[in-house]
């Protein structure tokens, strides 16, 4: 919710959608992905805000990560999605959030 707040005292212009902004949540399991998608999206919705899944079984087209402004992903997925930055350089550098669960 700070980094949300944070966009909507930077855009006093925009409209927070329009803003260039991402969070990114890695949850351990695909099926805690899921649930966090659904969870989140009703939460956001309101705000214009969109959530993204992205997992071995889900994928996302450029357009789409562009379109995203919570990424719920696995480690896995995060780490390729990292590592192949001239793919996702524009999304990776608007990330103003990264939530991590269950990290050991």
């Known amino acids: 919710l700070r ?3 944070r966009e ?3 855009s006093s212009l ?7 902004f991402k969070m990114v949540y890695v949850a351990p399991m695909k099926a805690l ?3 966090v ?5 009703q939460r956001l919705e309101p705000l214009g805000l969109r959530v993204g899944e992205l997992t ?3 994928g996302m087209t450029r ?3 562009a379109e995203t402004h919570l990424l719920v992903t696995t480690p896995e ?3 390729v999605l990292t590592r192949r930055p001239t793919h996702s350089q524009a999304a990776l550098s608007q990330v103003r959030l990264i939530i991590m669960d269950e990290i050991h």
């Open 3 to 5: 980094a949300v707040g």
């Open 8 to 10: 909507l005292e930077e």
């Open 14 to 20: 925009e409209s927070l959608p329009q803003r260039p």
């Open 33 to 35: 992905v899921q649930e």
């Open 37 to 41: 998608v659904r969870n989140m999206s």
């Open 56 to 58: 071995g079984d889900q």
């Open 63 to 65: 357009a789409q990560l």
């Open 77 to 79: 997925k995060w780490d």
